[in-house]
Structure formats: structure tokens, C-alpha cells
């Protein structure tokens, strides 16, 4: 059954949260008191610090609030291949084949219902954003919907029905690899060509929840001559835009071999990459390609959960970060949905890999997962909490069996590399408290959603 539509995270009166201890920027000192004051707009109209105790009428969160997380990469369909792909062995491209498995069962309807409960798990995670990487476009056999948009529109109800913002990544998906046109499963993917996959996502409008940005699948995916057609979509429109990049050494060799290139070398001779792109993964890099990404401002995703799940490797996230790329992190298929975890890979892989510790602080982790996340997906007037800002926080218990004992002033430190998405008390979006005390207050029961939902899925009932 569909759910029925929710109001949007916006214009839900003015309110008042008493913080007990704040990070107002993820890089920022630990406040203690603070009285934030919310708008009917959704926004923070005044912060009051050194308030000792919550004044009559202010909400209190107590633990440690930081800005809102913002997940930069997401397939919500790819929820339903936990559990189910994580035994015996094989590669990246095995695993794909999964994938494309579930992809082809799916319809607006149950796609919606999957994915409020995937977003509601992710608000129960502290996620107060999601970048949505959308190439399920169609049905299968590449058939269109009546409504062209009709899973683009679905993801973006799920959203506001699980009470987050969403950045619909619409991507352009039209080939197979280099010169190859769509595999049977793809169809459902591919609008033909760049012109066709622009027209329709045109059709695509921003509203109070949601903005629409676009993505290069990849370099397989799109072809060489149409990418300009994308990259120049985006611009036109001052939207993000998103590719994953040289995830695979597979396809940078394919890309060597059909252009003499490799695929950041492309990207950047087509005009894809500048300080409004960001490349997911950016695993499998020359130094050139570090000089090109990081002298362009494209920024670089990470997803280090994901890219472990599927021995992909550990990509060169400290020398793209001093070559000026902005780190943003994502889950991507899902596998764990807990940004903390995400932004502590970072630097644990990096020990791993250089046997030394301390590549970055806990606050510089927690940028990545708020602010430069929230960037990467249009909104760089998120990520901190201030005037004017947008209301959006998670508050994260200092007294659990994990982050009990250090003092909140070393909340920082307690939240980067001890705190999991079990951890998060509260999530605040646009001035609504969308879960309180661990419980969301809008999907009653994400789990047996997510339980249903995949289980059709697997039965072939969707």
C-alpha cells in the first residue's frame, strides 16, 4: 500500500530547542546552553548561548547537537541488498548483477514505499539531507511511464514523507560501456541520448524539501561527445552535479583504450569537472588526475563503507583534499547507513594504508559528514547552526555505553570515533523535531517497512 503524502519540512510554526551541549559548526568549540529559536520558515532565527537551564516553552535535547548530517550519495533501491550480498566471493561487477536484479522489480509504488523507510532510517541516523544518485528511471524494458518522472517524483515524496531534505541527482545513463549500447537491465536506466535525458529531467522542479541537480553515471555510461550536453545542464541551472569516478580500475583501463585518456583527464577536457561537481569514489587516480580534481574545486565523495563492501580500495582522500577537492562522504548502496562510521573509515582506512595515525582532526570528519556534504548538495547555506541558517541538527547521547565518559567538551572526538547512528537522540529538520527519544515521529515503524519492503523485492511481489 502507498503511503499517504506528508506535508513538506517546511512551515511548521515557530519553536524553541534548548541545546544541552552544541557544536554550531561540525569544526567549531563545544557550547554548553543554547537556546535556539526557529522560524515558521524552517530556519533558525536566534541563538542564545550560556542559557543554564531550558526556559518555559523550550524543547530540550540533551546530549551533544551538531548541524545536521548531510549523506552525499545515495541509491535508496540498493537498501535491499543488505544482508543478501555479503557472502562468498566475487567483485564490484558480481555484485552488479544483483543489483540489477531488485532494479527490475521495482515500480513508483513500491519504490516509494522502500525508500520512506530507507530515509527514515537515515533520519534515525542523524541524516537531515540526502543526495539521491537517480538513474531508475523507467520501466522495464525501458518503456516510459506515463509521467515520465514518476520514480524521480517518488523518491521525492519519500523524503518528505520520511521528514529529510533530498538533492534528486537526476544521471545520465545511456550506454553500457565504451560504445555499447544498454544491456537489457539498463534499458530502464537510459533515455537514448543526453538531449533526450535533459528534456526530461527539465521537467523536474525544486521545491520547499527538494532541489534537482544532476549526474554522470560514469564515463562508460555516458558518452564522450554528450557529456558537455550534461555538464552544460547543470551549469545553466547553478545545480550540483555529481560522476562516479574511476571507481573501478576496469574502467579506467576501458577508458584508456577507447580515448587515450583517463576518465578525470576526460571529464575534464569536456568540461565536467569545477567547483560545482563532485566525483563519487575517486578511488583509482593518477597524480594528474589529483591535480586536475583538486585545481578544478571538484569536490570528492567518499563512501568508505560501500567501497570496503565491495573491495573497490581506499582512495587518495588526503592528497585530493591538499590539492583542493572538498571532502563529502556518502553510504551509497547502503550496506551501513551511519554517517559517524562513515566519517571515522575515512581516517581509519588512511592508518591502515600508511601505518600512521592522525590524517585528520574529529572536527575536520564532521565537516566532511555536515557542511561540505550539505555543499556538494546545493546547499552551502546548511551544515552550521546560525541566523538564518536552515533548522536542521541531530543531537547525539553522551551517556550510552559507547560514548559515555569523556567530557562533552571532547564531544567532537566522542561523536567522530566512538558514536554510532545508534547513538543519535534527536533529529531536527527545518524546525521539526522528526525524531525524538530514537523514535521517528512520522514513520511509526521504519523497520517493519524496511522488512516488507525488501522482502517483496526478493519474492518478486513488488
Known amino acids: 500500500m502507498t503511503p499517504s ?40 532565527t536566534a541563538l542564545t548561548e550560556d542559557t543554564p537551564a531550558p526556559p518555559p516553552g523550550a524543547e530540550p535535547l540533551r546530549g551533544l547537537t551538531l548541524p545536521g548530517l548531510a549523506n552525499a550519495h545515495s541509491h535508496a533501491f540498493h537498501r535491499a541488498l543488505r544482508g543478501v550480498v555479503q557472502a562468498g566471493r566475487g567483485t564490484f561487477w558480481t555484485w552488479r548483477e544483483v ?12 519504490y516509494l514505499a522502500l525508500a520512506r523507510a530507507v530515509y527514515a532510517e537515515m533520519a534515525l541516523a542523524g541524516i537531515t539531507a540526502v543526495g539521491e544518485f537517480h538513474y531508475l528511471h523507467h520501466a522495464p524494458g525501458g518503456v516510459r511511464y506515463d509521467d515520465p518522472n514518476a520514480m524521480g517524483e517518488a523518491l521525492i515524496e519519500a523524503a518528505a514523507q520520511a521528514g529529510i531534505r533530498i538533492t534528486l541527482l537526476d544521471t545520465a545513463y545511456l550506454s553500457s560501456g565504451f560504445g555499447e549500447p544498454p544491456t537489457a537491465p539498463q534499458l530502464r536506466f537510459s533515455d537514448g541520448d ?34 558537455e550536453q550534461v555538464a552544460r545542464w547543470a551549469e545553466e541551472r547553478g545545480a550540483p552535479l555529481h560522476v562516479h569516478l ?5 574502467e579506467n583501463e576501458a577508458c584508456l583504450a577507447a580515448h587515450g585518456r583517463t576518465p578525470a583527464r576526460l571529464l575534464a577536457d569536456h568540461g565536467v569537472l569545477g567547483p560545482r561537481t563532485t566525483g563519487v569514489h575517486n578511488t583509482h587516480l593518477t597524480d594528474e588526475d589529483i591535480a586536475l580534481i583538486g585545481g578544478s574545486g571538484t569536490g570528492t565523495c567518499m563512501c568508505p563503507t560501500t567501497e570496503r563492501d565491495l573491495a573497490d580500495g581506499i582512495g587518495p582522500a588526503p592528497a585530493l583534499q591538499r590539492a583542493g577537492s572538498p571532502l563529502s562522504l556518502g553510504s551509497d548502496s547502503h550496506a551501513v547507513i551511519d554517517l559517524f562510521e562513515e566519517a571515522r573509515a575515512l581516517e581509519l582506512d588512511e592508518r ?5 595515525r592522525g590524517h585528520w582532526s574529529a572536527g575536520a570528519l564532521l565537516r566532511a559528514a555536515t557542511a561540505d556534504g550539505h555543499a556538494a548538495l546545493g546547499r552551502p547555506e546548511a551544515g552550521r547552526l546560525e541566523p538564518g541558517a536552515p533548522a536542521d541538527w541531530t543531537t547525539v547521547a ?17 561523536a567522530a570515533f566512538a558514536a554510532t547512528a545508534a547513538d543519535v537522540r534527536h533529529t531536527v529538520c527545518a524546525g521539526r523535531h522528526v525524531v525524538r527519544d530514537g523514535v521517528h515521529t512520522l514513520v511509526p515503524e521504519p523497520a517493519r517497512e524496511l522488512a516488507s519492503a525488501v522482502a517483496d523485492l526478493h519474492t518478486g511481489r513488488a
Open 352 to 356: 591502515l594504508r600508511t601505518r600512521v
Open 194 to 227: 543526453a538531449g533526450t535525458w535533459a528534456a526530461r529531467a527539465a521537467l523536474l522542479k525544486d521545491r520547499e524539501h527538494a532541489r534537482i541537480g544532476a549526474a554522470v553515471h560514469s564515463v562508460r555510461a555516458v558518452p564522450a561527445d554528450q557529456l
Open 99 to 110: 543489483m540489477y536484479q531488485v532494479a527490475g522489480r521495482l515500480d513508483p509504488d513500491s
Open 398 to 414: 553522551l551517556d550510552t555505553v559507547r560514548t559515555a565518559g569523556p567530557p562533552p567538551a571532547r564531544g567532537a572526538e566522542t
Open 5 to 44: 503524502p506528508a506535508r513538506r519540512p517546511a512551515g511548521h510554526g515557530a519553536r524553541a530547542y534548548w541545546l544541552e551541549h552544541a557544536l554550531l559548526t561540525a569544526d567549531g568549540p563545544v557550547r554548553s546552553g543554547v537556546l535556539a529559536e526557529t522560524g515558521p520558515d524552517g530556519r533558525v
Open 246 to 250: 574511476s571507481e573501478q580500475p576496469a
